[in-house]
């Protein structure tokens, strides 16, 4: 397609896209078409310039201002962002160094739990004064607390761990995902740490430090308000700062080492590939990705329980991360994005429709098997409650016809 | 009851090197194939004139055949297109397999009896305690629960060890290419130990449910972390190796449920006995990766 017709088009499509968004509120569909633009932007051939200004236009300018107008849009935009950057994390143990970690979602655990106990008055009850809750500025140290704290458990687990063959390491992680759960659930005795399977709430949220600059700039928004966007714009600096640590090690001696023991661990030792070290070191980036990510949970969520991170978590990422293909940035960026859409908009939204013409009871007529009464539709046809099938599904199907995921990664393409 | 369930997980990976994540919803779909047959037998009322051996072995067969058949579809659908393929594929493709069968069964069991958690029906003779002195009473359920796992543990040693068949699947287990020069159905072989594994999950969840008459479509997960660890333990592929490590796997789960708190003056209880089973396991597959029992099947003596 010529490049010029390919920006005027994909330019047209975002504006209708949103002013779409902007004029139907209500409607599922239409933010997914603005969802489904930035898709098309990685595909449409236009100059890389173009392609980086519309991206820019949508994430920083129009995707805040359509969550300005309806506040479920932002909230899943910072749904998405989150899995992102846990899909990212795992990418790198899964896809870099090929080794399956299904226990991802405990370093996301445990960065979690670090800023909801310090950032609550969780923590007055084991560290005497009333210290607690830290004020707001403390969350950007515990952010960078965080990365230090998952790399740390990443190597604890790592260094006893990564020498078992691929598959006892996938179950040694979920059993250590597993003990990880069972702690935070089991931790409110003897000394109260985690306050149990009740959670802990109210968890401070990240200071709001420009909001004297905006009051000069004579703009009055409630903090209330602010919020979202404020969390949005947090997540999609995160993302974006995931994004070029991983670029910068993919190409880097790092990222080819990791490439290397993914291929054949017994030749890259043989070359010089400090195997071990390479592996605890892929294994603690991912840890801290995932870690990091856990402190802006709970800082979003306010309240936080053991329920946030189950299996279930793990293997939801685990199914971004192969859908949108091992190994591969963008992979990741559209395998989360997709799933996590399919689960928070287009399952319900499909429960919602059959709910509604559930209670519209209308007749379908089905050709040869006579007309059927749609208030007859069994209320437990719910897809909503059915995602793990949906992932099993997408799991088994990738598996089978397409293991290299979407989107391959290049390298891969090339041989 | 661990040794029961790891005893399949051991079938399959003896002969494929590969970890059948799905095992555990077979395990449940047996467990709900029983629940359903007693439930279908109490409505026609025939619960109550049946002799009971006569209903227990309808239960076990019943849920035997199908969760074997079950295993052998999953084998044919989601494994076999992948054979040959690098091994994490097969096993995500098998944590897939899991996770569909999961909802899979829950959607049907609420379409059908528009609920989920299901009752099993409680049997008269299986309440009963059985005294042996005057402190020591087993319950019948127990009693039945082991008998069981001990002659199952005999049947299929005698299965593996002395029929064509097991012959055929040890050889398959040792060397696939050499096995399918000699004449033997390569695939046909590993579809039948699929059914066997199966078969065996089946069995363990129709015994799971009567023990603790509560099932839902999740309930396969911890003892099927379990049995796994309890696999490992004894050292993967081994058959009495899957027995011993079912076996020390459930002792020490007792021990840890009941003197942890005491050890511990009181500081941890009972809760972390999964804390304590997930340890032994990690601890193990550091210091003896092949397990306790795990080198003489490398030595080809079993």
């Known amino acids: ?415 | 009851m661990y040794a029961l369930i790891a005893l399949g997980y051991t079938m399959v990976y003896g002969v494929l090197e590969f970890i059948n994540f799905a095992h555990s919803e077979i395990f449940v779909l047996g467990a709900f194939v029983g629940v359903e047959v007693l439930l279908l037998l109490e409505s026609s009322g025939q619960l109550a004139t049946l002799h009971p051996a006569a209903i227990l072995l309808l239960v076990i067969i019943t849920a035997m055949v199908i969760s074997g058949v079950a295993a052998m579809a999953l084998e044919r659908v989601a494994y076999r297109p992948l054979l040959g393929g690098p091994r994490l594929v097969a096993l995500i493709s098998a944590i897939g397999a899991s996770f569909f069968l999961q909802d899979g069964l829950r959607l049907f069991e609420s379409l059908w009896r528009n609920t989920f958690y299901l009752n099993y029906p409680s049997l008269d003779f299986l309440d009963r305690n059985l005294p042996v002195t005057d402190i020591l009473v087993i319950p019948v359920k127990s009693l039945l629960v082991i008998v069981t796992a001990l002659l199952t543990l005999a049947g299929l040693h005698f299965f593996v060890n002395h029929t064509k068949l097991g012959t055929a699947i040890r050889a398959v287990a040792q060397d696939p290419d050499t096995a399918s020069l000699m004449g033997v159905p390569v695939k046909r072989v590993i579809a039948l130990t699929f059914f066997v594994g199966g078969a065996l999950g089946g069995l363990a969840g129709v015994l799971f449910g009567i023990h603790y008459s509560l099932v839902n479509p999740y309930t396969g997960f911890v003892p099927g972390m379990k049995a796994f660890t309890a696999a490992v333990v004894g050292g993967i592929g081994n058959i009495p190796g899957a027995m011993l490590g079912g076996m020390m796997l459930g002792l020490l789960e007792a021990f840890a449920a009941s003197y942890l708190s005491l050890v511990t003056d009181g500081a941890f209880g009972a809760e972390y006995k999964d804390v304590v089973a997930f340890l032994v396991l990690i601890l193990i597959l550091i210091f003896r990766p092949k397990g306790l029992l795990g080198e003489t099947v490398r030595e080809g003596k079993a």
Not at chain 1, 71 to 76: C, P
């Open chain 1, 1 to 415: 397609m010529n490049p010029k017709l390919a920006t005027l088009a994909l330019s047209g499509y975002i504006a209708v896209s949103c002013l779409l968004a902007f004029f139907f509120p209500q409607s599922a569909l239409a933010f997914l078409l603005v969802e489904a633009s930035l898709l098309l932007l990685f595909y449409v051939p236009a100059p890389e310039k173009v392609k980086t200004f519309l991206g820019a236009l949508v994430l920083l300018i129009l995707l805040p201002i359509l969550g300005w107008v309806n506040g479920y849009y932002l909230e899943i935009a910072i749904q998405i962002g989150i899995f992102v950057a846990l899909a990212l994390g795992l990418n790198i143990v899964v896809g870099f160094v090929g080794l399956l970690n299904l226990g991802f979602v405990a370093f996301y655990a445990i960065g979690a739990y670090l800023w909801a106990i310090f950032g609550s008055p969780q923590a007055n009850a084991f560290i005497p004064g009333g210290l607690f809750p830290l004020s707001p500025n403390w969350f950007f140290v515990f952010l960078l607390l965080s990365i230090a704290v998952g790399a740390l458990t990443g190597l604890l687990l790592g260094l006893p761990v990564l020498r078992l063959r691929g598959d006892y390491l996938a179950i040694v992680t979920l059993g250590f995902a597993e003990v990880v759960r069972a702690l935070v659930n089991n931790l409110d005795k003897p000394i109260n740490l985690t306050n149990g399977p009740r959670g802990i709430a109210p968890i401070t949220k990240p200071p709001l430090f420009f909001q004297p600059l905006l009051e000069l700039a004579g703009l009055q928004v409630s903090p209330a308000q602010l919020y979202p966007l404020y969390f949005y714009f947090l997540i999609l600096v995160m993302v974006f700062v995931i994004i070029l640590v991983t670029r910068r090690l993919e190409n880097s001696r790092v990222g080819r080492a990791w490439k290397a023991i993914r291929e054949d661990e017994v030749a890259a030792a043989s070359m010089g590939v400090p195997v071990v070290w390479m592996k605890l070191l892929g294994f603690a980036v991912g840890a801290s990705f995932a870690s990091a990510v856990g402190v802006l949970f709970a800082a979003k969520q306010v309240f936080i329980n053991p329920e946030s991170f189950t299996f279930m978590e793990s293997i939801g990422v685990l199914a971004m991360v192969i859908l949108g293909g091992m190994g591969s940035v963008p992979g990741a960026v559209i395998g989360a994005t997709g799933v996590t859409i399919l689960n928070l908009q287009l399952l319900k939204g499909l429960s919602l429709w059959l709910n509604g013409l559930r209670q519209s009871g209308a007749e379908l007529a089905i050709p040869f098997l006579g007309s059927y009464s749609l208030s007859q539709l069994p209320a437990q046809f719910e897809p909503a409650k059915y995602e793990r099938m949906v992932f099993g599904l997408i799991l088994i199907l990738m598996m089978i016809f397409r293991p290299q995921g979407l989107l391959p990664p290049r390298q891969e393409q090339r041989k």
